[in-house]
């Protein structure tokens, strides 16, 4: 599956902006979704993931209450919705996807198989 992360931009801290993360190649009905992102000088983190049910949620403690990461198998597309944005939320963001036959998610890097090219996003204050 190839996946293609959008959305990115400039915003100030308190703003909002929604990612969005394209696949094709296959469709992600069998697939656990997550963003990823990665700050400069810093390791790749979790951020949220999403069951292939859509029904399992899961979210870093840092953008728990902020962040909602949402999917459309139909239109192959997971979303990540991001509110009250701080300067620390700046980073380039990932969309992954680990293939997996049971309905559930991982927070761990490791596990996607898949990854998109990433989205800059810059939180200025």
């Known amino acids: 599956v190839q996946l293609q992360a959008s959305g990115g931009g400039l915003v100030q801290a308190g703003d909002s902006l929604r990612l969005s993360c394209a696949a094709s190649?296959?469709?992600?009905?069998?697939?656990?979704m997550a963003w990823f992102r990665q700050a400069p000088g810093k390791e790749r983190e979790f951020v949220a993931a999403?069951?292939?049910?859509?029904?399992?949620?899961g979210y870093a403690d840092s953008v728990k209450g902020r962040f909602r990461i949402s999917r459309d198998n139909a239109q192959n597309t997971v979303h990540l919705e991001m509110s009250s944005l701080k300067p620390e939320d700046t980073a380039l963001y990932y969309c992954?996807?680990?293939?997996?036959?049971?309905?559930?998610?991982?927070?761990?890097?490791?596990?996607?198989?898949?990854w998109g090219q990433g989205t800059l996003v810059t939180v200025s204050s």
């Open positions: 992954a996807a680990d293939r997996t036959v049971l309905n559930y998610y991982s927070n761990r890097r490791n596990d996607y198989e898949y």
């Open positions: 190649g296959r469709t992600i009905g069998n697939y656990a």
């Open positions: 999403i069951a292939r049910g859509g029904g399992d949620t």
